[in-house]
T-cell receptor, first 113, second 117 residues
Framework: DQQVKQNSPSLSVQEGRISILNCDYT??????FLWYKKYPAEGPTFLIS?????DKNEDGRFTVFLNKSAKHLSLHIVPSQPGDSAVYFC????????????FGGGTRLMVKP | GAVVSQHPSWVICKSGTSVKIECRSL??????MFWYRQFPKQSLMLMAT?????????EQGVEKDKFLINHASLTLSTLTVTSAHPEDSSFYIC?????????????FGEGSWLTVV
């Protein structure tokens, strides 16, 4: 049973436009959410996170929105740049399991020049 | 940000041999590290939680006698794949918890490609 789902395996966006990556979760015990960017054959790079007590967190071009009632979060990248092309993973952490992360399946973002 | 380093980045070994992968937190102490495995085009799957000075906690379905984890110091955890088989070929990634002013952030190593021939 996948507790964290990223239903779009890929997304293609034009440079300069907004990229919106979505993530849904089922476990109501999750209280902290993170987004990672990953290039092939490299480890994930932390991008941005959000606690369940917030509904929005912004860092430069990256904004994460959390809708707890819908168990849905999204990552907005604006403006999108070709260098943003990578696989993006959302991850969630339950409030009773230390820092073990459950990852979604990933979404491959392609930003076209 | 905090740095987590893995070594080696790439390793090829013969079937039946053992391989050790190191995970180091370079500029912070990590009482807890995590080992993940990623198959091609799939997500990262948690294998085990490595606790400094105590036994690792393995996820269901992960053979603890095959994937030996040692967390001997606050900056080093090792994963040893014993009696490796071709199906163990995968991308192995470690992570460590870093306590910063905003709370806890998990940083990942660069990953280690293991190919068993």
């Amino acid at each position: 049973d996948q507790q964290v789902k990223q239903n779009s395996p890929s997304l293609s966006v034009q440079e300069g436009r907004i990229s919106i990556l979505n993530c849904d979760y089922t476990n109501s015990m999750f209280d902290y959410f993170l987004w990672y960017k990953k290039y092939p054959a490299e480890g994930p790079t932390f991008l941005i996170s959000i606690s369940s007590i917030k509904d929005k967190n912004e860092d430069g071009r990256f904004t994460v929105f959390l809708n707890k009632s819908a168990k849905h979060l999204s990552l907005h990248i604006v403006p999108s740049q070709p260098g943003d092309s990578a696989v993006y993973f959302c991850a969630a952490r339950p409030n009773n399991a230390g820092n073990m992360l459950t990852f979604g399946g990933g979404t491959r973002l392609m930003v076209k020049p | 940000g905090a740095v987590v380093s893995q070594h080696p980045s790439w390793v090829i070994c013969k079937s039946g041999t053992s391989v050790k992968i190191e995970c180091r937190s370079l500029d912070f102490q990590a009482t807890t590290m995590f080992w993940y495995r990623q198959f091609p085009k799939q997500s990262l799957m948690l294998m085990a939680t490595s606790n400094e000075g105590s036994k690792a906690t393995y996820e269901q379905g992960v053979e603890k006698d095959k994937f030996l984890i040692n967390h001997a110091s606050l900056t080093l955890s090792t994963l040893t794949v014993t009696s490796a088989h071709p199906e163990d070929s995968s991308f192995y990634i470690c992570s460590a918890r870093y306590r910063d002013v905003s709370g806890n952030t998990i940083y990942f190593g660069e990953g280690s490609w293991l190919t068993v021939v």
